[in-house]
């Protein structure tokens, strides 16, 4: 009787110990596992960081030599190199552990000293550098970095002797743009920011130019409307129209000011409901969607072509060219570009989707268009599509071609060229030469597959 | 992919470019190539298609038929293996070709040779990639609420104040929160799959903007300081 007294509460005591001890083992498992992950992504932002000051430290020195080179062969190494460090110093600071809004205005210095390096490259290749209103610039970055480099070495220097760390970034930041969000670096942060935000303005001749987020439309022509205006447009717009019931009119700023219209079929089967954005100025078409659901393909892309061109001329546009399409998921996309005295003009594209199982229009996007279409002033032709011709490099064979087209060759400048296409072994290129100068303007590699033909 | 990517990043001047293309050059293709490649995890194409197209008749896929040969796509390769005696590997060889009624082409047939081969040139991931960040931000939005996402996201990468690659803008720590707790993972959705190429090609029903919120949850009050855009669906839009 006492000794099975005894083993009765062994028992559950033996269980208990084990218990706890496993337990107690599994606890301290996850501990050092969540431990080692931890380190392991600390280690990576710690690399961002000293990568990005030892590019910055490095785009200084070159912002530096650059002033006082004289030679366009020195300049042109020095801004290759700068060129690189400043978008490798952009990509570092993109992968620290800080929102956004504290990185923005100094990710933005890092890729405008990049992008105005890389276009002092292509001047220099050219043989055209002006030097006195860049040698200002130059001095002017070369301020900046040196500021920013400063303030990056403190934040380095407080990190190594244990006064900062990044992982609470890494904890309190998971939030996302959470809150208060974290303290410690995300303040020096907030600093060097700060201190970004008093820089001047930018502007030359590249991509992420300041002056290009100004750009206004150039398409937009017409006196501004009202919403019942708009509300009747976008039904004049939609196939079926009878079918539909206009549910909601809104509003868009942005670079085109539109009304958005929405559009809900009224028996509600088989249609989805459309979007249809009307610009305030002029009453034109920007852009249209429909996510309806897309039955089994029935459609051939030449007919929906076709349909795409009936219904760009029933809107009014006669003289559009398709030069592309894309299909995937039963939907195809078409690209038209307007024609201006028989030349295409790249920058004017309108792109039409067509539903492939009823050839219904689904969408339409013309901002493109309203952006840059304008009559232009085309500059003559001063070489023959025959010299053009004989510009070509002697390895490509199956040359054909030859006609006239208005390319951008920055977002805001464009160029004549004469379009060839042309081979090498299978690849297939489309060659652009310069129909003033001569000069060839650019080259795009031909990419087929079975979801349409992409150009790069 | 890279070449897209590096696309990108050369500037809104490449994106326009990128689809500069004469009427002469485009012809409709997707005929079938003469033998079928073999299929496993982590391909895509026109052939996955296929394959999961003849699964989901037969029975044996209930996933999206999006070209991606993932898990779920193996998983019924499997049962359909299974099932007609085959070996389970999860590889779609010749004899599983067979099976599912896509028997070899004749030797005699000569090769058709594509006029312009991709050689592993394409956008296709990018859009899918692009797809799973729209389906984790924007599942229960509209449609133009969805490609506004995609929009976003693109606007990112044509900003000197974001990464200018797709990946990097992304996968920037704290930029999307589906992104940041692991939801993008979910099963893309059709409808999110068109959002992305119609972004893809150009499509922007924010006009330009380069944030998103929805004003119901919690957001950094900074945030508002922003232009505000317009609102699509529950977010916000703003540059």
């Known amino acids: 009787m006492t000794m099975n007294n005894k083993r009765f509460w062994l028992l559950p005591l033996v ?19 969540r431990q080692r992950l931890e380190t392991a992504l600390n280690n990576k932002y710690y690399r961002a960081l000293y990568d990005l000051t030892e590019n ?28 690189q460090r400043a978008m490798a110093a952009q990509a570092d600071l993109n992968q620290l552990p800080v929102t956004d809004a504290l990185t923005g205005r100094t990710s933005k210095f890092l890729t405008q000293v990049g992008d105005y390096a890389h276009s002092l490259l292509q001047q220099a290749a050219r043989g055209r550098l002006e030097s006195d209103r860049q040698w200002e610039t130059l001095n002017r970055l070369y301020r900046q970095s040196a ?8 934040l380095e220097g407080r990190i190594a002797d244990g006064r900062l760390y990044l992982n609470e970034l890494v904890r309190e930041g998971s939030r996302t743009l959470g809150r208060q969000g974290p303290r410690l670096a995300n303040a020096n942060f907030q600093t060097i920011e700060k201190h970004m935000e008093n820089f001047p303005t930018l502007i030359y001749d590249g991509p992420f130019s300041d002056h290009l987020e100004k750009r206004t439309a150039r398409g937009l022509t017409g006196k501004t409307i009202n919403r019942d205006e708009a509300r009747r447009r976008a039904l004049e717009l939609v196939e079926g129209r009878d079918n539909y019931t206009v549910e909601r009119v809104g509003e868009t700023r942005g670079k085109i000011p539109s009304y958005l219209v929405e559009l809900r079929p009224q028996n509600g089967d088989g249609g989805g409901n459309i979007t249809v954005a009307i610009t305030q100025q002029g009453g034109h078409l920007s852009w249209m969607t429909n996510g309806r659901q897309i039955g089994r393909p029935a459609w051939s892309i030449e007919k929906a072509r076709q349909k795409a061109r009936q219904y760009l001329a029933s809107l009014g546009f006669n003289n559009m060219v398709a030069v592309y399409h894309e299909q995937q998921n039963g939907v195809a996309v078409f690209n038209f570009a307007a024609t201006q005295d028989r030349v295409i003009l790249y920058p004017d594209q309108i792109k039409v989707t067509v539903a492939l199982d009823n050839g219904q229009i689904l969408g339409v996007e013309a901002s493109g268009y309203l952006m840059n279409h304008t009559r232009r002033e085309l500059p003559r032709p001063r070489i023959s599509p025959q010299e053009a011709r004989k510009k070509l490099n002697s390895r490509l064979k199956e040359i054909k071609g030859g006609r006239l087209a208005l390319i951008p060759v920055s977002p805001d400048k464009e160029k004549l060229a004469y379009e060839f296409q042309a081979r090498l072994d299978r690849d297939l290129f489309l060659i652009y030469i310069d129909a003033v100068d001569g000069s060839e303007a650019q080259v795009l590699r031909v990419v087929r597959n079975p979801e349409g033909v992409l150009t790069l | 992919m890279k070449l897209a990517l590096v696309s990108f990043r050369r500037s809104a001047l490449l994106l326009l470019a990128l689809v500069v293309l004469a009427t002469g050059l485009v012809v409709t293709a997707g005929q079938s190539p003469a033998q079928e490649r073999t299929l496993y995890w982590g391909l895509s194409g026109d052939d996955v298609i296929r394959v999961q197209q ?3 008749d037969w029975g044996f896929y209930d996933g999206p038929v999006d070209g991606f040969y993932g898990s779920k796509t193996q998983q019924a390769v499997v049962d359909f293996q299974l099932n007609n005696g085959l070996v389970p590997d999860g590889v ?8 599912l009624g896509f ?17 592993g040139v394409t956008n296709r991931d990018a859009v899918y990639l692009l797809a799973r960040v729209i389906e984790g931000e924007a599942a229960d ?10 929009a976003v996201i693109l606007n990112r990468t044509r900003s000197a104040a974001f990464p200018h690659s797709l990946a990097g803008v992304i996968f920037q720590p704290h930029a999307f929160e589906s992104v940041s707790n692991g939801q993008y993972n979910r099963p893309v959705s059709e409808e999110s799959l068109r959002a992305a190429m119609l972004a893809m090609s150009g499509w922007d029903p924010t006009g330009g903007s380069l944030y998103f919120w929805n004003p119901a949850k919690p957001v950094n009050p900074w945030i ?10 529950r977010h916000v839009f703003a540059r």
């Open chain 2, 103 to 119: 028997p070899p082409a004749p030797a005699t047939a000569p090769p058709p040779e594509p006029p312009a081969v991709s050689r």
């Open chain 1, 147 to 154: 500021d920013l480099n400063l303030a990056l070495h403190d």
């Open chain 2, 224 to 233: 508002w300081t922003r232009n505000i855009v317009t609102q699509i669906g």
């Open chain 2, 54 to 56: 003849r699964l989901l």
């Open chain 2, 92 to 99: 779609v060889g010749p004899n599983t070709w067979a099976a």
């Open chain 2, 141 to 150: 939005e509209p449609f133009e609420g969805k490609v506004a996402v995609g």
């Open chain 1, 15 to 33: 269980a208990g110990v084990l218990l706890v001890g496993a337990l107690g083992y599994w606890g301290y498992q996850q501990f050092t596992v």
């Open chain 1, 56 to 83: 910055v430290q490095n785009m200084e020195v070159l912002l530096s030599k650059s002033l006082v080179t004289g030679t366009p062969e020195a300049q042109s190494t020095l801004f290759m190199e700068l060129w």
